[in-house]
């Protein structure tokens, strides 16, 4: 039998995923009310999940899809740079990365939600 190495809801983030799950942004509150149960063409979305040793805000798993809500921090060239990064660690294990500014979720929600499902394989 293989050895898997499992990477998904790793147990030593399990707290900070639950602290992050109970202390959504308005943005992430707003946007999980649409995603949750579903919410989007049928797909299931999770919340604070976590990947490698990254929690993301929303993940997808049958689209491999990650969605990040990105506040003022993340103008910061070196977090800007970290993200970068990140991004790019997680496309290695084949899962894509969009990223949105929380003001967006309030300001063009159906924007985000037409975006988000543009990544969707039919």
């Known amino acids: ?30 946007l999980w009310s649409i995603l949750k149960n579903s919410g989007l063409d049928g797909r299931k979305f999770r919340r604070q999940h976590s990947i490698c040793n990254y ?7 049958s689209e491999k899809l990650a969605i990040e809500l990105d506040g003022e921090v993340h103008n910061n060239p070196l977090q800007a740079k970290s993200d970068k990064e990140r991004d790019a660690q997680l496309l290695t294990i084949g899962i894509v990365v969009i990223r949105f500014e ?5 300001e063009h929600p159906e924007h985000i939600l037409q975006e988000i499902a543009s990544h969707f394989r039919r």
């Open 1 to 30: 039998m293989k050895n898997i190495q499992r990477i998904n809801n790793l147990s030593y983030l399990k707290d900070r995923r639950k602290e992050l799950r109970n202390r959504l942004t308005p943005a992430e509150a707003a």
């Open 55 to 61: 929690i993301l805000d929303f993940y997808c798993p």
């Open 102 to 106: 929380n003001r967006i979720v309030f």
